[in-house]
């Protein structure tokens, strides 16, 4: 299960950005071109998902911190969309989780090839001119479609907030007919459609009923951001139950914890992916410090005590946090922000091949100027941001010079030589291009 396709509509700088997804994707571009606003985009709706809109809204600051700046408050409202593709395996697995759906899966076996699209668009605004105002939801709808396109079912907000069930009607195989449900419950459909929802209430509340759609707002919820600083990776933990790291790698010792105490197998890839960079490396422990807090010790082949995270590289801790991230299951879909801060080059080439090994469950996006990562990954997988009179685009990279994808597919120009010579117009930041711009006036 993973995210195809999201869109934003004036959230922020990304006034009209629609942008297709990879299993793994990389973004790059200038400075200020909006790939943080992307990706603070992609926090947002994991947020909604697994806290609720209002939750969502509050944590960014506020409407009017996540409004396009350049946009009348009235003019247009905030608009997101997301499109998530479940495929076979997800469908087959499900049963796993929602037992009394296993005899319905045997005794109804899907097509080859099987797979459900689920796409959800919702929009927000203010209820009214004034400078302070509250917000409200202005539309909220959500569609399935099966593998040959056709809409199983769409669900929608109506203008009294109340809910409207469109469902299809062919006849469906029983299992992804269970599936659907509770929406093609009868008893259930009349219930929600006579229950207005909240101004602030999305129609996705109600997911918490179905198997599939408990496991795609489980899928989205699980966003997790991270821009990584080895000064908070060294920070203290916290020993929770279900202890996760934080955006900065704050709690990293309580994240550890979780995995050592509840995860063997992560753990066990977590430590081992440390050897293969650590060679003399041979545990990582959790301690409690005095006042009852975690921390992390780094057990070394003959040296009598451990390495307190004083004593290692800032390196070290930004990889260990990048490891805990890209292993721990909780957490389907990662925004990285540039991985390759702190980190050696062979060890960020280790990261990116984890990041990209196939049958990885997870789906990663990172923000990058690395060279040594744009030149290590696959061209097809990158895209190009770039902004101009206050919005941003964002497309696959040849799209802005597709003369150029014969000479990087020849081996002519490794990929970051190509972006870094200014043969790309809209990868040289603003300031430069404008000066080369004069530069050839004056000439």
Known sequence: MHV???RFEAFKSLYDVSCKLDKFTVITGPNGAGKSNFIDGLNFIGEVY??????AVGRSGGYD???H???RRAKRPVALQIEVKVSRADLDDIPKKYPWLHKL????????GEFLTYRHRFTLGTASQALVSDFEIVSDDFEVHDSRGRRLLRVERERDGKVA???????LNPYIRELLDPFFDTRFSEFISERPRTSTQLITTNFAYSGLFSEIRHAVGGTRVFQLSPHQCRTSGVPTPNAVLERHGENLPGAANHLLRNDRSSWAQVQQAMRDIMPGLEEIEVAYTEDRRLALQFRERGVGRPWNTNEVSDGTMQSLALFIA????RHPLLAIEEPENAVHPWILRRIIDICQRNGSPKQIIATTHSPVLLNYVNPAVVRLMTIKSGRSVIRPLFEFAPQL?????????????LYDSGAIQEAVPRGFADSRHEDRDDE
């Open 405 to 417: 994808r014969e000479a990087v597919a020849n081996g002519n120009f490794e990929l970051f030589e």
């Open 4 to 6: 195809t396709n999201v």
């Open 105 to 112: 899966n045997s005794e109804n076996p899907l097509d080859v």
């Open 65 to 67: 911190n996540i409004a």
């Open 50 to 55: 697994e806290d609720g809109l209002e939750f």
């Open 165 to 171: 069930i469109h469902r299809t009607r062919a006849k």
């Open 69 to 71: 700046r350049r946009t």
């Open 326 to 329: 890209l292993f721990d299951t």
